[in-house]
């Protein structure tokens, strides 16, 4: 088939690649346009359009996808079909017009479950038990297309990290699926029942919040890793909690206010419960085991985290 590719973070590389492999016709790559990278002025090309690259397939990186000018250029291409994984842009009715099967979308949960920004991360917050991937034809709403492939994976205690990398692969090989034989894969319509929206997260949601319970504190630390990252402040310095277990999980430990280390071992108090973290990472310094930091920065019984 005749195919565009739109995509930018890693999350979107495998199904590039299984498109690629697939030996379809990818007529062209968009991308987001080089963002200048976190340290420095120096701009940094998206991990799909390094891959594209690598793989000698021609990049596009428009900063709307609004003008005319841009539509007609993508109408120009004359698809088939254009194959969307968290592209990062809107993409207005004349390009999900124009090519003469529509646009299918990678999508990383159950739809209509935890439609829009932060699939992943919600299902974490929100205790899910299972989450999974929708390949979803396209229209103007907000992931609200009818449905042609759905699979489900447990959560279990995966990391963000981890469960996105799960999800891009699954995907991958589900959009390579539907391509072989789009007819055996119709379009689905979306149930009006059990929609929820999953909100672009804002990093001052990280901060870990001891006045839950800890097993909500310890799904604050598998959501929010690798980014931004789960953390508390002590004396005014930043440290990340990337790993952590729930001990007392339905009991409120005597005498311990929330917040407060119960150990020498940074186990904090919750409401209800506590967690130990198992592993850190102050500002500026690579991440290491929650033993190894005490070692060289104690944390005594009774200190108060903010």
């Not at 894969?185 to 990093?203: E, N």
Request: charged share 20%; hydrophobic share 45%; aromatic share 4%.
């Amino acid at each position: 088939m005749r195919i565009a590719f739109m995509g930018t973070p890693p999350f979107a590389v495998p199904t590039l690649a299984a498109l690629h492999a697939a030996g379809h016709d990818i007529a062209a790559v968009y991308t987001q346009p080089p963002r200048p990278a976190q340290r420095g002025k120096k701009l940094q090309k998206s991990p799909v359009q390094l891959w594209a690259e690598e793989h000698g397939l021609p990049v596009r990186t428009p900063r709307s996808l609004k003008t005319e000018e841009a539509q007609a250029e993508f109408a120009a291409l004359d698809l088939d079909v254009a194959v969307v994984a968290a592209y990062g842009l809107i993409l207005p009715s004349p390009i999900l017009e124009a090519p003469r099967e529509g646009c299918l979308n990678v999508h990383g949960s159950v739809l209509p479950r935890w439609r829009g920004a932060a699939p992943v991360q919600r299902a974490i917050l929100a205790g899910d038990t299972e989450t999974g991937v929708t390949i979803m034809q396209m229209d103007v709403g907000l992931d609200t297309g009818a449905m042609r492939l759905v699979e489900t994976t447990p959560i279990a205690g995966k990391t963000a990290g981890l469960l996105t990398d799960e999800l891009a692969e699954m995907g991958a090989l589900m959009m390579a699926k539907v391509l072989s034989d789009l007819h055996a894969f119709p379009p689905d319509p979306q149930p009006d029942a059990g929609v929820t929206y999953a909100a672009k997260i804002d990093k001052s949601e990280a901060r870990l919040d001891f006045l839950t319970s800890a097993v909500q504190v310890e799904r604050q630390v598998r959501a929010f890793n690798p980014v931004p990252g789960a953390f508390f402040e002590l004396e005014g310095e930043r440290y990340k909690i990337l790993g952590a277990k729930v001990v007392h999980p339905a009991e409120t430990v005597a005498g311990a206010a929330p917040g407060v280390t119960l150990d020498d071992a940074l186990t904090i108090a919750c409401n209800p419960g506590a967690i130990r973290a198992t592993r850190v990472q102050r500002a500026g310094k690579p991440a290491m085991d929650a033993g190894e930091l005490l070692r060289g920065r104690p944390v005594p019984t009774g200190t108060r985290l903010a």
